[in-house]
């Protein structure tokens, strides 16, 4: 984890990954379709490919758009905290995927590719610039306070990469890390005897099996584990902020407070050299509500989570910008796929992974400009069509990685994030 040095200058040192699992539909946020108003109840043309059946005829947004900005970018009802920030954010609305299928198009987002057992994007970068921090991991992954994605930990793994590169679960309700505190009566030299003697054990044991990656990070996340009980506390107290930062990131709410909390969170660790942050929003609770995935009551569903997360994003922009973090630290937002254009049961949208919306703030990026373009009813990318891996290779680029050289051989193989494929998006920066 020792930092490495870029490629090239970086625009960006640091990334916070804002997730939205289930699939937030593109044409009810930040794609608005004035065609599905005016075409509203009709059959679309073209056939479509839907995953959980009843297909309706084309649905206009249950939600309102304003134009923001100086730059006139439009944004639904639902965000109207981040739609402040729209000069700032550089949104691009010709994203796709390759599966519709929740699991394999969360790997795709993380990982690249739709199969299990890859690295993800917060791996490669820890393995491409090591981390700053020695008394913190390099990657901090923070799940919904209702449950993990879809896909689970397989979404923040290291793959075929040492385990060490993998990500470090903070928890998003009580303490975020388990056990932290030795136990009561353990002097600081005791515990160092034990870690020593421990370390002895595990070496000899690494030593008849050099090729357990599984092992050697075993050995490292002990000695991680001690220095971080100098640090780690006071990194993720976020009682010590002030009631006006507090206020800012929507702690005073009970409806914003959950995520509110964790980006907080993300701005601490961030502050503090962690490298790479990852935050779902949205788990595996009880009910599909529980995500973004609005199959039978898209108002209602967006409605709700576009009210948890709104606050708390915007907040974590402004913090980070009259701290002097924006210009160093890479904000990224997207979901596994978008929705379809056409009514599920007369109120809901299924899954459509042909086009969706995400966008980038900080580190240098040109706010103020939507990137490409869907089709008129939003159900295809049309202009400038973004992929996945043209997605990472933008990350990469932004942290002064190219992504054609940042290999790891596995296999027989020189494997990248970006496979044989990716292109960075040329206007991204100003």
Same mark, same amino acid.
């Given at each position: ?177 388990? !056990? %932290?505190?030795?136990?009561? *009566?353990?002097? +600081?030299?005791?515990? #160092?005897?034990?870690?020593?003697? /421990? =370390?002895?054990?595990?070496?000899? !044991? %690494?030593?008849?099996?050099? *090729?357990?990656? +599984?092992?050697?990070? #075993?050995?490292?996340?002990?000695? /991680? =584990? ?205």
């Amino acid at each position: 984890f020792a930092p490495k040095p870029a490629l090239f200058p970086p625009r960006a040192t640091n990334v916070i990954s804002l997730f939205m699992s289930g699939g937030v539909s593109h044409v009810d946020t930040f794609d608005p379709k004035q065609a599905l108003v005016d075409h509203a109840g009709e059959p679309m043309a073209e056939s479509v490919v839907v995953r959980q059946g009843h297909p309706g005829p084309l649905m206009p947004s249950p939600f309102s758009f304003r134009k923001y900005g100086e730059s006139g970018i439009e944004v639904s009802e639902i965000f109207p905290h981040i739609a402040k920030k729209v000069d700032e954010i550089a949104f691009i609305r010709s994203l796709y995927g390759r599966s519709n299928d929740h699991i394999q198009a969360t790997y795709e987002m993380q990982t690249g590719q739709i199969r299990v057992g890859f690295p993800s994007v917060g791996s490669w970068v820890t393995y491409g610039l090591g981390s700053e921090s020695s008394s913190l991991p390099a990657f901090v992954v923070m799940n919904d306070h209702r449950g993990g994605p879809l896909g689970g930990p397989t979404d923040w793994s290291a793959g075929f990469m040492p385990a060490a590169y993998q990500g470090t679960l903070f928890r998003a309700v009580g303490d975020p890390i388990v !056990d %932290l505190q030795p136990p009561d *009566g353990m002097t +600081e030299n005791q515990q #160092r005897a034990r870690l020593d003697t /421990l =370390a002895k054990l595990n070496e000899i !044991d %690494l030593a008849k099996n050099p *090729g357990n990656s +599984e092992l050697a990070a #075993r050995i490292s996340s002990y000695e /991680l =584990a001690y220095r971080m009980q100098g640090c780690a506390p006071e990194a993720v107290d976020t009682t010590v902020e002030s009631d006006a930062t507090k206020k800012l990131y929507g702690l005073d709410n009970a409806i914003t407070e959950p995520f509110g909390r964790q980006c907080l969170m993300a701005r601490r660790l961030v502050e503090r050299g962690v490298r790479f942050v990852q935050l779902f929003h949205g788990g595996l609770g009880m009910q599909n509500t529980d995500t973004w995935d609005a199959h039978s009551n898209l108002k209602e569903n967006h409605s709700q989570h576009a009210a948890e997360t709104d606050l708390p994003i915007a907040g974590l922009l402004t913090d980070l910008k009259s701290r002097g973090m924006l210009d160093s630290t890479l904000i990224v937002w997207h979901g596994e796929f978008g929705r379809m254009p056409i009514s599920q049961r007369g109120v809901g949208r299924d899954h459509n992974p042909l086009a969706m919306t995400g966008w980038m703030a900080g580190a240098g990026i040109q706010g103020g400009q939507t990137i490409g373009s869907s089709d008129e009813f939003g159900y295809r990318a049309a202009e400038q069509r973004v992929s996945a891996h043209d997605l990472h290779a933008t990350m990469l680029h932004l942290l002064g990685m190219d992504h054609t050289k940042l290999t790891y051989r596995y296999n027989g193989r020189d494997m990248r994030l970006t496979d044989v494929h990716g292109v960075p998006i040329p206007q991204i920066v100003a």
